[in-house]
Each structure stands twice: as structure tokens, then as C-alpha cells.
């Protein structure tokens, strides 16, 4: 089946950027939606990001104008490029796909393991 590996993550301070990479592989016949989670201590995860195959984004309202999702199709990657991090940015950050792998009928939402973004001064 596929998985998702993620990269990018660490320590930043306010106002500072990082990039998030997210490689899908194993034996996938297609992606279809591809997008960025987070989760906060104590907190629900959220949607950040979503991007569809087709180009199509959406963002959540608090990373509007500061973060932008993008994919790489052949690659079969995702990136999320954060800028202007605030300490409320910080969060376990995961990576997830909707995959129809070889063999099954359907697409699967996978999820990658989390990076950790660390805003703070």
C-alpha cells in the first residue's frame, strides 16, 4: 500500500518561514485530493491546507495570505510553505492523501507520521 513521509518541521521564531514536504509512495495507481492537518496541545486537529489534482486550493481563514500549498503530481508530493509563523502556528503539522492504490477499488485517505513546527522566540 502507499505511505506518507513528511519533512520540514522544526524550530522557528515569530515571523520566520519553513517549508513542509510530504512524499507519497508504495504502489499507488492515483492521488486525487492531497492536503495539510494540524494539531495543537489540547486542541482538535484542523484542515490548514487542501489542494485537489487539479489545482484547486483552500485554506483555513488563520493562514490565509501566510501559508500556500502546492503539489508536484510526478513527484508525488506535497509542500506547504509557511510564512509569517506565529507562536499560535505551532502545532504537530500532518500530511494527508487520498490514494487508490493497485489492487483496491476505491481511494483511502492515508496520513504521514507529523512534523513538529515550533514557533517561538
Known amino acids: 500500500q502507499a505511505q506518507l513521509v513528511e519533512s520540514g518541521g522544526g524550530w522557528v521564531q515569530p515571523g520566520g518561514s519553513l517549508r513542509l514536504s510530504c512524499a507519497a509512495s508504495?504502489?499507488?495507481?492515483?492521488?486525487?485530493?492531497m492536503g495539510w492537518y494540524r494539531q495543537a496541545p489540547g486542541k482538535q486537529r484542523e484542515l490548514v491546507a487542501a489542494?485537489?489534482?487539479?489545482?484547486?486550493?483552500d485554506y483555513a481563514d488563520s493562514v490565509k495570505g501566510r501559508f500556500t500549498i502546492s503539489r508536484d503530481n510526478a513527484k508525488k508530493t506535497v509542500y506547504l510553505q509557511m510564512n509569517g509563523l506565529k507562536p499560535e502556528d505551532t502545532a504537530v503539522y500532518y500530511c494527508?492523501?487520498?490514494?487508490?492504490?493497485?489492487?483496491?477499488?476505491?481511494?483511502?485517505?492515508?496520513w504521514g507520521q507529523g512534523t513538529l513546527v515550533t514557533v517561538s522566540s
Open positions: 494527508n492523501a487520498d490514494i487508490r492504490s493497485y489492487g483496491f477499488p476505491g481511494y483511502l485517505g492515508f
Open positions: 508504495g504502489s499507488i495507481l492515483s492521488i486525487n485530493g
Open positions: 489542494a485537489t489534482s487539479g489545482g484547486n486550493t
